[in-house]
Nanobody, 114 residues
């Protein structure tokens, strides 16, 4: 059974930074393709960044150079470092794992506002 739990969201001022965490509790980080998605109010869920089991990454164009995905297999945790946040980045951020089907965490709210 795959369980994903996100944390680290909150309120941040424009231009600020946050680091999100996704705890997996099992050794799936090096097996499954993992990813971070976001869903803004009234909009569809969209990919922020994905990382394959081999470590290849795929960033959405708007976040390239500002967001960084990483993972710590020993801690069974994936991270998303977000820098230079913009107000339009306010959304619920979800962690995902793809192993035949998609598994999702419950999401963590990120609000970018002054």
């Amino acid at each position: 059974q795959v369980q994903l739990v996100e944390s680290g969201g909150g309120l941040v001022q424009p231009g600020g930074s946050l680091r999100l965490s996704c705890a997996a509790f099992t050794n799936i980080l090096s097996i499954y393709t993992m990813g971070w998605y976001r869903q803004a109010p009234g909009k569809q869920r969209e990919l922020v960044v994905g990382i394959t089991s081999g470590g290849s990454t795929n960033y959405a164009d708007p976040v390239k150079g500002r967001f960084t995905i990483s993972r710590d297999s020993a801690k069974k945790t994936m991270y998303l470092q977000m820098n230079s946040l913009k107000p339009e980045k306010t959304a619920v951020y979800y962690c995902s794992a793809r192993g035949g089907i998609y598994y999702w965490g419950q999401g963590t709210q990120v609000t970018v506002s002054s």
